[in-house]
């Protein structure tokens, strides 16, 4: 003889169940990514500072000149301390990278106060040709929050110090 077999299904209740529960799960882990892509953009802010100021380190060593950093209205500029002949020749073309923000964005310069140039000084930062640079702290303020970094003067390299993500 041949015993019947139960039904192997979900019954409506444990459908409706199982799908509650993932909806709870969903419903709780979607402040924490959009928490997620918010630091993303932030630290992406610092990674593209961050590869400007390599670059002006880079140069300085690679061409054996000093580069600066120069705070203009909504960017900041990289180019040599002191043009060859041929390159004042030339206009400059080429010499002078531009690194521009948004409106919304902005990147700020602080130094020592024994270091401090005189006012109604555009913020410079130079990079000499060792590859050392002026110690200073660089600070963001945009859409995705703000971070401040340390640059250590014999190395270059920026840490952040300060993270806050909106």
Not at 70 to 86: F, K
Not at 137 to 155: E, K, V
Request: with cysteine; proline share 7%.
């Amino acid at each position: 003889m041949r015993r019947p077999t139960a039904s192997r299904a979900f019954t409506l209740i444990e459908l409706m169940l199982a799908i509650a529960i993932a909806i709870f799960v969903l419903v709780t882990a979607l402040p924490s990514m959009r928490g997620l892509s918010a630091e993303r953009r932030l630290r992406e802010t610092f990674d593209r500072f961050d590869e400007l100021a390599r670059k002006a380190q880079l140069n300085a060593v690679s061409q054996q000149r000093s580069w600066t950093l120069i705070w203009q209205e909504g960017l900041i500029s990289l180019q040599p301390d002191d043009p060859t002949p041929e390159e004042r020749l030339a206009g400059g073309e080429g010499l002078r990278e531009e690194f521009p923000f948004g409106e919304d964005e902005g990147y700020r310069i602080q130094r020592a106060t024994a270091l401090l140039p005189p006012k109604d000084t555009p913020g410079e930062w130079t990079f000499w040709r060792s590859g050392t640079c002026e110690p200073v702290i660089i600070g963001y303020s945009g859409p995705a929050g703000t971070w401040t970094a340390q640059y250590n003067p014999l190395t270059g390299r920026g840490e952040i110090t300060d993270e806050v993500v909106q």
